[in-house]
């Protein structure tokens, strides 16, 4: 679905239907008891992103050794699914997903997947949207006793209903890991409102790495050669996202940027450049290919799956991409990665690899979309990482590839 609809819908649909639910909930409050014992099952919502879903790996895995005992369910939008069985966490059968290609299958999805929450008797449901009306009014229809989630306590935050029983203060300040892990916290808490009154603790983050296997390995080596023969495994391979149909376009680095950085880059010996994406249209990938024509470049935009493209990141030297959800899910591998910044911050959304190096010219104006403006910016000239030159990105990449 578009994200302008989503956003009209979750406005002129979201704030009358949570209001509605609030004094429904205010209500039910009267007569209903609080819920008492450790929860038999814990549902996540995290719809959106893939990135977010990574970033959201410790505070499961905090969640899960908090309630050894309990069986985790996660909800999901379907074209993001893909990344569930790489977490390890969540049987296939406990995930939920649903459509969001259009207003009426997105409708139709969120009855089948109330009906079968409330038939899985959810106890506890953690919601990792940031002030989305939508994910509210789901947490409230899934019946949970228990809901955990952040909560506006300012006037300047956006209204969202008074849905949540643990309300947790969302820290602007603090990296999105660590926020989502004050939600999985807060089902422990015994201070009063706001959550979490506490201190994060470094122990108490869960880091994940994902093995690949040879077998694996040895098949992304064979599709490489399949596109290029002469592409070896002592070769330095250079991947390239430029993400040409990003969800929020004000995010991206110019492609004009990423050709010139490709075409410097494959006029050195013995480096290949490859080019990766998903969800991307037929002819946006037509351009790029047009754009590197060079023999020694691999074009794999919308070729290769999840699971493929954490086996490129495992045999790849280094990744270049402005912020988007490949940088989050190659911090799974040992890849060197560059991340590009500007409209967006990487105090909250750098990725959680050692291995990374940050780009961010900290301009005035900048970040300029954030959870509080629903990540939409009055802006049409994204200077702030436009200003991020190709030398710089080079120069940098040549010295992560020298010392490999």
Not at 61 to 70: D, I, N, R
Not at 304 to 311: A, V
Not at 364 to 369: D, G, K, Q, Y
Request: with cysteine.
């Amino acid at each position: 679905m578009n994200i302008t609809i989503a956003r009209r819908i979750d406005f002129w649909l979201g704030i009358p239907l949570c209001m509605a639910l609030s004094l429904l909930n205010t209500l039910k409050s009267i007569f209903c008891s609080h819920a008492n014992g450790d929860p038999k099952n814990i549902l996540f919502l995290e719809l959106s992103e893939i990135g977010s879903v990574i970033l959201g790996y410790p505070a499961m895995k905090k969640v899960q050794a908090l309630f050894p005992h309990s069986k985790l369910y996660l909800w999901i939008f379907n074209k993001n699914k893909d990344i569930v069985p790489i977490l390890g966490i969540f049987p296939e059968e406990n995930v939920i997903a649903m459509r969001e290609d259009n207003f009426l299958c997105l409708c139709i999805d969120i009855i089948k997947n109330v009906w079968r929450i409330r038939k899985e008797r959810i106890d506890v449901i953690i919601d990792f949207e940031l002030f989305s009306r939508f994910s509210s009014f789901l947490s409230y229809l899934s019946g949970a006793r228990v809901r955990v989630g952040f909560y506006g306590f300012s006037a300047k935050n956006p209204y969202r209903g008074n849905l949540l029983t643990h309300k947790v203060n969302y820290n602007h300040y603090m990296h999105m890991s660590n926020n989502f892990l004050a939600l999985a916290q807060a089902l422990k808490a015994h201070s009063h409102e706001p959550f979490l009154k506490e201190f994060l603790m470094s122990n108490e983050f869960f880091s994940l790495q994902v093995k690949v296997n040879k077998e694996r390995e040895n098949a992304m080596w064979l599709k490489l050669r399949n596109y290029n023969k002469q592409i070896e495994r002592d070769s330095k391979i250079i991947l390239v996202h430029p993400c040409i149909n990003d969800v929020l376009p004000i995010r991206r680095w110019p492609f004009d940027s990423y050709i010139q950085l490709a075409n410097r880059f494959l006029s050195v010996p013995n480096i290949f450049v490859i080019t990766i994406g998903n969800n991307i249209r037929q002819r946006d990938i037509a351009l790029i290919e047009k754009a590197v024509p060079h023999p020694q470049c691999i074009h794999l935009v919308g070729k290769i799956t999840i699971k493929e493209l954490l086996g490129l990141f495992h045999i790849s030297n280094l990744l270049i991409s402005h912020d988007s959800g490949a940088v989050h899910l190659a911090s799974l591998t040992a890849i060197e990665i560059i991340v590009l910044f500007g409209p967006e911050t990487p105090l909250l959304y750098k990725p959680l690899s050692m291995k990374s190096k940050i780009f961010y010219k900290q301009f005035i104006c900048s970040p300029c979309i954030s959870a509080y403006n629903y990540r939409k910016s009055a802006c049409k000239d994204n200077k702030c990482v436009s200003a991020i030159t190709v030398d710089e990105v080079y120069n940098e990449a040549l010295m992560r590839l020298s010392v490999l």
